[in-house]
């Protein structure tokens, strides 16, 4: 059973009190207007009251509405007194409920609105009236002064109370500081309050007996009664020209985030290995940054936007290091290093109106100062990037990639937990493993098996030297005798097998050809442990064996289940891998892969070999490229015949 929330439950224990108190004092003050003479005045108070309370102006746009009904119930307090100010109060703030929508109208909150705003008012009216002593306009040279402050105090009781007991209640539920959330919410609207207060003292003038011919409250009310209509119609002329300039500049706007999504969509599919990346990560991000206790909105909508376009500046980046499955060299991961600082600057052209352009050069810094563009450390770094970086390593680590599949979750987790403090920000990471135990986080589909342990299929580059000797010359010397005789591709593939297989301690051997009619390799020679299907097709850029044929570079250690057929790589036990490209001339003529179960299996010595053997038989793989034909129109005739059939 869910744990009640200590907060609530004392902001309802709050909002029974100001209840029974505000009840307490608009049932009393009732019981004097009722027992004693009833004044035309409060009745037309009363009803100006409603009827301004009905006709309030809704901002469609925005949460907000306008009424000029305080400035009767003011005048209700200030002129007649204390018990018909708190009744018309408490008679506005249900005209407040019946403006609710219907889902949110409570019972407790239709008492709480009439409570409220019945204890600010009877509240202040009553220090007012005590202040002022049983004249409340005197002669004398300091009467306009003395009215002044007299007012001055009304109004902020009168404000103070009532806002006060609204923040309070929200402060208790949310468990924020009450003075907090009044700053925040109500201290902008307290010129509204000063204006109702001092329109009312015309009222409280111009009904003081100055030269002993007092005039009629009714007939002040005629006097009175084109001000707040004029401010009304002003006002409400005001927000319709306001309305409509939000209404276009709401389309402007989902114009502007078009276009961003649009330019985001543009790196997500030239950076191919992360499709729907960067949408997951805008979603994890603006959560993370809420639980965080992230409230401005002009970083919250910087965040969403660097979300998209925290990686734009790899459009810098050549797409055979963007998409290279494995380790980038250093001088490649400089390169890719360039996407930070260049992806600020095309989008500090831009001109957002919130801090965009920070997050997305920062967003590789490290908490420890070890980070790039610019060395950043600890708070210096923007909070919006702090949690970029975070979310976006996670996503990365559990989505699959052309070097490795994914992490499982819980590996994922414990490396952000091991880099905490020296990558990360300790709190970021805190509030994500908060959101990750609560199952809030959105995470990449999975496209094959994960690897338990992160550090467990390594890649490398540069494994140690194996030095070359006899046995290397005497396996190229049979692999000529072989080749010397007549075949085809299939042929040149065996002859390579069996001459170079224990050289290299590969377990399997895959020739590919490029066909293309469909710009794909396809298998012509699998030798030893399965990899792929005999009618397999890999389009040029997918897979190992894809991306070498489509950037005619070598590639040594990779994760070779990237190279299997999906329902090859959950059983198979091969894990690196050595591919290069044939080639004759400008024409290419395939791939040539070799795989091993063991890990950091090749090296540079194997590489050099495998490079060899590839430009010997490169001019007669490209030759063997027309024996795809035959195959085509086979596969095409049985196809056909099981459709007749």
């Known amino acids: 059973m869910a744990e009640t929330n200590p907060g609530a439950k004392r902001a309802a224990q709050f909002v029974n009190a100001v209840i029974c108190a505000g009840v307490l004092i608009a049932g009393y003050s009732g019981w004097q207007i009722l027992t004693g003479p009833v004044s035309l005045a409060l009745i037309v108070l009363l009803a100006l009251t409603v009827i301004a309370g009905w006709l309030a102006i809704e901002v469609p746009a925005m949460e907000i509405s306008f009424s000029i009904s305080d400035t009767f119930s003011t005048a209700a307090a200030l002129v007649i007194g204390p018990a018909a100010g708190a009744v018309t109060a408490a008679i506005d703030g249900l005209m407040l409920s019946f403006r609710m929508q219907k ?37 004398g040279p300091f009467r306009v002064p003395r009215l002044f402050v007299l007012l001055t105090l009304f109004a902020v009781l009168n404000f103070g109370i ?23 919410h109500f201290l902008g609207l307290w010129l509204t309050s000063l204006g109702a207060t001092f329109a009312s003292m015309l009222m409280l003038v111009l009904s003081h007996d100055w030269r ?22 002003t006002f409400r002329h005001a927000v319709g020209r306001a309305q409509d300039q939000i209404e276009h500049l709401g389309g402007m706007n989902r114009v502007y985030v078009a276009t961003i999504e649009a330019l985001a969509q543009t790196i997500d599919a030239k950076d191919q290995v992360t499709h729907d990346h960067i949408r997951r990560v805008q979603e994890n991000s603006v959560r993370l940054a809420r639980e965080l206790g992230v409230t401005d909105e002009g970083e919250i909508q910087a965040l969403k936007a660097a979300s998209l376009l925290h990686d734009v500046g790899k459009i810098s980046v050549p797409e055979h290091i963007l998409n290279k499955p494995g380790r980038l060299t ?11 600082p260049v992806g600020a600057d095309i989008l500090s052209v831009i001109g957002f109106p919130y801090p965009v352009v920070p997050i997305v050069r920062h967003h590789h810094e490290n908490w420890d100062g070890t980070g790039y563009p610019d060395g950043l450390a600890g708070e210096a770094i923007p909070i919006g990037a702090r949690i970029l970086m975070v979310v976006d390593c996670f996503d990365a680590l559990t989505s699959d990639r052309p070097y490795r599949p994914r992490f499982e979750t819980a590996a994922a987790l414990q490396l952000l937990a091991d880099r905490r403090g020296t990558m990360y920000d300790p709190k970021v990471v805190d509030a994500f493993l908060a959101l990750q135990a609560a199952g809030l986080n959105e995470e990449a589909p999975a496209t094959r098996a994960p690897v338990a342990d992160p550090h467990a ?12 000797g006899p046995r290397d010359l005497g396996a190229f010397y049979r692999l000529g005798r072989e080749l010397a005789m007549p075949g085809g591709a299939s042929e040149i593939g065996q002859a390579i097998w069996a001459s170079l297989r224990t050289e290299l301690g590969a377990a399997a051997c895959v020739l590919f050809v490029y066909d293309e009619s469909v710009d794909a390799l396809a298998p012509v020679f699998r030798g030893g442990a399965d990899v ?3 009618d397999a097709r890999v389009v040029l850029g997918d897979r190992l064996s894809g991306w070498v044929a489509a950037t005619r570079t070598p590639i040594v250690n990779s994760d070779a289940r990237l190279d299997a057929d999906p329902d090859v790589r959950e059983v198979s036990a091969l ?11 400008e024409h290419l003529g395939g791939v040539l892969a070799f795989y091993s179960d063991r890990q950091a299996a090749f090296t540079s010595t194997h590489q050099r070999m495998a490079e060899a053997v590839a430009l010997l038989v490169a001019e007669r793989v490209c030759a063997a490229r027309a024996e795809l034909a035959p195959v085509r129109s086979s596969l095409l005739r049985n196809s056909t015949a099981v459709s007749n059939g």
């Open 103 to 139: 889902s949110t109208r409570t019972v407790q909150r239709v008492l709480f609105n009439l409570a409220a705003p019945a204890v600010g008012v009877w509240l202040a009216s009553q220090a007012f009236f005590a202040a002022a002593g049983p004249d409340v306009l005197i002669d």
């Open 532 to 534: 792929v299907a005999a």
């Open 212 to 233: 002993g011919q007092p005039m009629q409250p009714l007939e002040v009310l005629l006097l009175i009664a084109p001000l707040p209509v004029i401010l009304y119609v």
């Open 457 to 468: 299929t390594p890649v490398v580059e540069t494994p140690v030297e194996a030095d070359a």
């Open 162 to 184: 009532s806002t006060g007991l609204v923040a309070a209640v929200v402060g208790l539920e949310s468990r924020k500081s009450p003075v907090t959330v009044w700053k925040e």
């Open 330 to 340: 250093p001088s490649e991961l400089q390169i890719m290093r360039r996407h930070a």
């Open 575 to 585: 894990q690196s891998a050595l591919a290069v490209p044939i080639a004759h001339g």
